[in-house]
């Protein structure tokens, strides 16, 4: 379905269009993004974004909007004033605008989003459509690729530690879709988070972690169905 924007879809299900076999080296630990951990980890630079700008954008309004129970014309009249309102959403703007407009703008709009989010964003990042941020405040990210539908808390850290120089070397910290990370969060690659993986509030994760599973201070577990839900925005 299509809405009166002439975007595709509010509903995004997670993409599950190239599941790996069951022999693949690393099919145990779960698929991130539809690949196995050792396919996400060759990936040597960064891909290109699958949605132009303003689909991204709008895929993120409907991902924070979609609790509501509302036509798709009053969701594109509402758009607008939500913008001004909805602090989430406008930080997740601001992230698609460091992330998906040309290098010589990203100054402008890395700058804003330090002064009004307290957000750090390198145009090194990229994430697929769906991406909330509930409480956009202390979120900084670098060489960072993730998928569908992940949700970022505040106060987090998600960067590599190995590849602060260039983009051509290997080590992306890979994000799968549907994770979700919580306040206080250190994510420190190169590691791969499998999809409809968890990172608990004040962990510092160095290791993979397999798909469907949490990870918190505590160790790691398999995703119990109450905690599958990731909270909402707005």
């Known amino acids: 379905d299509r809405d009166v924007t002439g975007v595709q879809t509010c509903a995004l299900p997670i993409s599950r269009t190239t599941q790996p076999n069951e022999s693949s080296p690393g099919y145990e630990l779960g698929t991130v993004r539809g690949m196995t951990f050792e396919e996400a980890k060759r990936l040597l630079a960064l891909p290109e974004s699958e949605l132009s700008l303003w689909q991204l954008i709008w895929s993120d309004y409907c991902a924070h909007y979609r609790y509501k129970r509302e036509s798709s014309r009053k969701r594109a009249i509402m758009f607008a004033p939500r913008l001004v309102t909805n602090s989430s959403l406008h930080g ?61 808390q505040h106060v987090i850290s998600v960067t590599t530690v190995t590849n602060m120089r260039g983009v051509n070397q290997p080590g992306f910290v890979q994000l799968g879709d549907g994770v979700i990370i919580y306040p206080g969060a250190v994510i420190a690659g190169p590691i791969v988070i499998g999809d409809g993986a968890i990172v608990g509030a004040n962990t510092v994760v160095t290791q993979d972690v397999p798909a469907h599973h949490m990870i918190t201070t505590r160790g790691i577990r398999p995703v119990r169905e109450a905690e599958r839900y990731a909270p909402r925005a707005g």
């Not at 402008?108 to 390198?122: K, Q």
């Open 92 to 152: 997740v703007i601001l992230i698609r605008l460091c992330t998906e407009t040309p290098m010589w703008m990203w100054w402008f709009w890395r700058r804003l989003l330090i002064t009004l989010h307290s957000c750090d964003v390198l145009p090194h990042v990229r994430f697929g459509p769906g991406l909330r941020c509930p409480h956009p405040h202390g979120i900084c990210m670098n060489i960072v690729v993730g998928g569908r539908e992940v949700t970022l």
